[in-house]
């Protein structure tokens, strides 16, 4: 029987689990070998261990990918498979996102008991949401809305939400999608007005820098258009000092050789917002989005930012 190629590190949550799953299935046709030469190995990270508080008070986004990270510069896995919107600007030295997976749709979907969309939610409503972006877009649309905390995978939340914790959730229409739960989506949200989180949609896949084995293997499985889309969207997240404590959307789009950006930046109770668009040659995607983000913050004022801290 033929020994394991590769070890693939991933959280254990079923969007996590049906995430790597994608990437064994596409690096199985691209290599022509069978499942049992990829090994899933389940880690289990500070993030899915702490669900009594917001992430931006535990920590940040790097709780879900601390220990997996680990495991990689350890050796004991080969490849990590991540959400790219947990993945934190900065990387451990050794580190690089090598290659991402075609994207799904960015954007999110309300989830309604009380109605089927934010616009028709009674007045003081309830809805859950652990993403400070979410929560102050929601509170931008309807100021009179009560915002609660609402942690967990997304079989943990829609459980919540039929226990009456909330009124509504939202949720990333590309996880639903992959776990084939997309018909529990009540109203999908626009990009105008409900902007998505950089990374949202889209797979990345980390791996050792230099191994050049591994590099190869995850070349043939590399979507060229979503790599300089979120090339484009980490510089303007980086560029912010982007974490678990700041809401910043922000979404590129590839057509042929140019890039379209728009970001946006809010205070948490969505009472003020900066909002930027900026385009150019695909192969500057670094380059556009790191200046969107220093001009949004220039013009915003360091003041804007005060209460982030």
Do not use: Y
Request: hydrophobic share 40%.
């Amino acid at each position: 029987m033929q020994t394991t190629v590769l070890r693939i590190g991933t959280r254990g949550s079923p969007l996590a689990l049906a995430q790597a799953h994608e990437t064994r299935a596409r690096l199985m046709a691209a290599h022509d070998l069978p499942e049992h030469a990829f090994a899933i190995e389940v880690i289990t990270t500070s993030g899915d261990r702490i669900q009594d508080r917001p992430l931006s008070e535990a920590g940040g986004k790097g709780l879900f990918t601390k220990e997996i990270e680990e495991a990689l510069i350890g050796g004991r896995i080969d490849i990590a498979v991540h959400s790219s919107k947990d993945m934190p600007t900065v990387l451990p030295d050794g580190l690089e996102l090598s290659a991402f997976l075609p994207r799904e749709d960015p954007r999110d979907a309300f989830i309604g008991k009380a109605a089927k969309s934010i616009q028709d939610l009674p007045h003081g409503a309830t809805v859950g949401s652990s993403s400070l972006r979410r929560q102050a877009l929601i509170l931008r649309m309807r100021p009179d809305l009560e915002v609660v905390t609402f942690r967990g995978n997304v079989q943990t939340r829609l459980r919540k939400l039929e226990e009456g914790v909330a009124d509504g959730t939202i949720l990333a229409l590309a996880g639903l999608r992959r776990l084939g739960l997309e018909h529990v989506a009540t109203d999908v949200m626009l990009l105008d007005r409900f902007p998505s989180a950089p990374g949202q949609g889209a797979i990345c896949i980390e791996s050792r820098t230099g191994d050049l084995r591994i590099e190869e293997m995850l070349g043939a499985i590399n979507h060229v258009e979503t790599a300089q889309a979120l090339a484009c969207e980490r510089a303007f997240l980086a560029a912010l000092d982007g974490s678990c404590r700041t809401p910043i959307a922000g979404h590129a789009m590839v057509d042929g050789d140019r890039l379209t950006f728009e970001g946006v930046i809010l205070t948490p109770d969505g009472t003020q917002s900066h909002e930027i668009r900026a385009e150019g040659a695909v192969s500057e995607a670094d380059k556009i989005g790191r200046a969107a983000g220093e001009k949004i913050r220039r013009d915003a004022g360091s003041h804007f930012f005060d209460g982030w801290a």
